[in-house]
């Protein structure tokens, strides 16, 4: 039984995800089991959002999951063993209006996290997808003008 430690890790920020997931293998030895959650979503017109915007949404959604479980997956590969699961949204199976940015993202991790399944079938890897319907989220009222304040987390 190891106690637990509390990482605080900004999955959009994929500069301090290796550094953190090198921590997580120097405390522990290794993962088992990695569960991706972390997301942001905007809602608006796509020719509301930036492409700033844009940008920040597929690095929280898609290039921090495959960044850290980048950063773990050798781990796992020497081990021949582990878990890596993605929890992800209906909306990278299918879109809808006014939430292309993140329906993109979402798209291209699915995208990402099937083809790693096929991958790591040799080293007795499971890769799974999970993609709930709507879930109720904690969201900010942004004041006018201010794009971050209207990212939900």
């Known amino acids: 039984t190891y106690a637990p430690k509390l990482m605080l890790l900004d999955i959009s920020d994929i ?8 921590e997580i293998l120097n405390c522990y030895g290794c993962v088992d089991i990695l569960i991706n959650n972390a997301s942001m979503k905007v809602k608006g017109a796509v020719q509301s959002i930036s492409l700033e915007l844009d940008k920040k949404i597929m690095d929280a959604n898609y290039f921090g999951p495959i ?16 878990q890596i699961i993605l929890i992800n949204s209906i909306q990278g199976k299918i879109g809808i209006p006014f939430r292309a940015a993140y329906a993109a993202s979402k798209h291209a991790a699915v995208g990402f996290f099937d083809c790693l399944r096929a991958e790591m079938e040799e080293f007795d890897i499971s890769v799974s997808t999970v993609n709930p319907t709507f879930i109720c989220s904690y969201h900010r009222q942004p004041a006018p003008g201010n794009w971050e304040a209207s990212i939900w987390k």
């Not at 500069?15 to 090198?22: G, S």
């Open 15 to 22: 500069n301090c995800i290796q550094d953190v997931a090198k």
């Open 67 to 82: 960044t850290l479980t980048k950063a773990i997956l050798p781990n796992m590969i020497s081990r021949r063993t582990g």
